[in-house]
């Protein structure tokens, strides 16, 4: 079975890349904010959005680059049909589609929201699979990324919640 899997080479460490092409200058911009979050101590998140094309009987990825560990990922996908979504760690996706190990699996019909923690550091894939669809889907990902929390942040301060006795 055909995929497509590859990267946009736009900036120096880019948080997502996807299709078998550019995306062009807007997509840039995007990486780069993107990667504002891991590289900026001040920056607590941020999003993007990416828009593919998933032709009958194919499967896209969308590559989520340099995810460290402990970071909460939001992902909301909007598509015009079926379509399974499957997120998966870069070691995952040398095997698919032969059976793996998702972080998430779903299958939706017009949208699908789910959030995760990020269990190790790494590349990270968002799977589009329409392999057992007969028409052409259109989906649009939002994606959000929130920096882990700080080893060094002081606890929250719970002294004025009561206690029962």
């Not at 560990?69 to 909007?78: P, R, S, Y």
């Not at 698919?96 to 998702?102: F, G, I, L, R």
Request: some cysteine; charged content about 20%.
């Amino acid at each position: 079975m055909m995929h497509s899997r590859s990267s946009v080479a736009a900036a120096p460490s880019p948080l997502f890349t996807t299709g078998l092409y550019s995306l062009g200058r807007a997509w840039c911009t995007v990486l780069v904010l993107l990667s504002l979050i891991f590289l900026c101590p001040a920056v607590q998140a941020a999003k993007a959005e990416v828009n593919s094309k998933v032709p009958p009987g194919k499967w896209k990825a969308v590559r989520l680059k340099n995810l460290p560990e402990g970071a909460g990922l939001g992902v909301k996908v909007i598509a015009n049909g079926s379509l399974v979504v499957i997120l998966v760690h870069e070691a995952e996706l040398k095997r698919y589609p032969a059976p793996v190990s998702p972080l998430f699996q779903g299958t939706l019909e017009r949208t699908l929201s789910f959030s995760v923690v990020i269990p190790d550091a790494g590349n990270y894939y968002v799977i589009l699979d329409n392999r057992r669809g007969t028409e052409e889907r259109r989906a649009r990902i939002l994606i959000q990324a929130k920096r882990p929390a700080s080893r060094t942040d002081p606890p929250e301060d719970r002294s004025t919640e009561k206690k029962k006795i």
